[in-house]
């Protein structure tokens, strides 16, 4: 009975910290892909306001040449937009593998989440089957109370000391296997940061997306190395800004010109601009270590490399202690107490007789002889 207990409470423990866990990181990969969303459609706006204003720019570059001034602004435009509209596209081409990037995390983790709750339970749910069967064994002994039965149990169970001694191997063969589990995470987790970036590489060398790669060094290991993402944010609000500076320098000339020139009625600039600018700021903000950076150290460092290793390390421990100490003190005295029994009975029937008559065939002889002789006060002390 005890066996029973410490198995079913070592396996309710075993399964709240582990949902304790995993819940806690399913719920922050999600946010994380929330917040990867976000940055993707943050760069397919920012994108999409790219667009509109080098179509603006080419619509005064080319709809308005008959102008002097305006065939002088116009090329001078299209050349300012340039370098903005090559760091929206770099921008765009990493933020847009973002969400790509958590689900492969979100794979990963939920492949192993399955083998990691329960190979190291295996051994315990089995020791606890098996205990439950002694147990069922002592009360149907009790409950039936025939000698015929139980000399056949004892039998049975002296032949059952192959199945119990496989069973004890089998227990310890999932010791060790919990015990490798454990060792292997825990050397994943010795050095984190450089292991996490190898997973990241594997992801991004296939699809070569350097940028991504160095977009996770810079989170993982820090100010030391370049955040491409965030310098491209960084570099188009500096071209924005340039942009509108040329724009400002000829807004009067493009004012006067809209009435001539119709392609000039359709271009807002200072829309354009502003929305660019928000996007762009927001995208800064979002891509700041501070707003990323916990992720990382909640997901992998603490769910995974603490919790999760030291369940996995002392777990087996609890298995061990379980299958390999108390189960077999508990082999040993569920036998003990049936040949106990049967010799109680086997008095009872020397003395009282036998209710069953098959029960007087499994008398032992000697029993029998030596119960004439003893009383009832001595044959009660006996039992």
């Known amino acids: 009975v005890i066996v029973a207990i410490l198995c079913g409470v070592g396996t309710r423990l075993r399964d709240a910290n582990w949902s304790e866990t995993m819940d806690r990181v399913h719920s922050l990969l999600e946010l994380a892909r929330g917040n990867a969303e976000d940055l993707k459609a943050l760069g397919n706006k920012v994108q999409r306001t790219c667009k509109k204003l080098n179509v603006s720019m080419h619509q005064i570059s080319n709809e308005c040449t008959k102008d002097p001034v305006m065939s002088v602004a116009g090329p001078a435009a299209i050349n300012a937009t340039a370098e903005y509209v090559e760091m929206v596209d770099l921008l765009h081409s990493t933020l847009k593998e973002l969400p790509g990037m958590v689900r492969s995390g ?3 983790i939920e492949s192993h989440e399955f083998l990691g709750f329960w190979v190291p339970l295996l051994p315990v749910l089995l020791v606890a089957f098996v205990t439950g069967v002694m147990i069922s064994e002592a009360l149907v002994v009790t409950c039936i109370g025939s000698l015929k039965f139980v000399v056949w149990l004892d039998q049975a169970m002296r032949v059952a000391i192959v199945p119990y001694t496989l069973l004890v191997m ?37 699809r070569n997306l350097t940028d991504v790669y160095d977009l996770s060094r810079f989170y993982i290991e820090g100010w030391g190395n370049t955040n491409p993402a965030l310098s491209y944010a960084k570099i188009a609000l500096q071209d924005i800004d340039l942009i509108y500076m040329l724009y400002k320098q000829f807004e009067g000339i493009v004012n006067a010109e809209r009435i001539v020139c119709p392609p000039l009625q359709a271009v807002d600039v200072d829309a354009i601009v502003r929305e660019a600018k928000h996007i762009l700021k927001t995208c800064t903000m ?24 030291s369940s996995l390390a002392n777990f087996p421990v609890f298995t061990l202690l379980i299958g390999l100490a108390v189960f077999p003190v508990s082999a040993v005295f569920t036998h003990r107490y049936l040949v106990h029994w049967m010799l109680w009975k086997q008095s009872q029937v020397a003395v009282y007789g036998a209710e069953d008559p098959e ?11 030596e119960a004439s002789d003893v009383s009832d006060s001595e044959l009660i002390k006996r039992a």
Not at 178 to 205: I, K, P, W
Not at 287 to 296: E, S
Request: proline share 4%; aromatic share 12%; hydrophobic share 45%.
């Open 106 to 108: 979100k794979r990963l």
């Open 359 to 369: 029960d007087q065939d499994y008398m032992d002889p000697d029993s029998e002889s």
């Open 170 to 206: 089998l227990i310890t063969a999932f010791c060790l296997l919990g015990f490798t589990m454990a060792s292997l995470f825990s050397s994943f987790c010795v050095d984190v940061d450089r292991n996490v970036l190898s997973l990241v590489g594997v992801f991004t060398e296939r």
């Open 286 to 309: 979002l891509l700041q270590p501070a707003n990323l950076y916990p992720f990382y150290d909640k997901i992998v460092r603490e769910a995974l490399c603490r919790d999760l290793v």
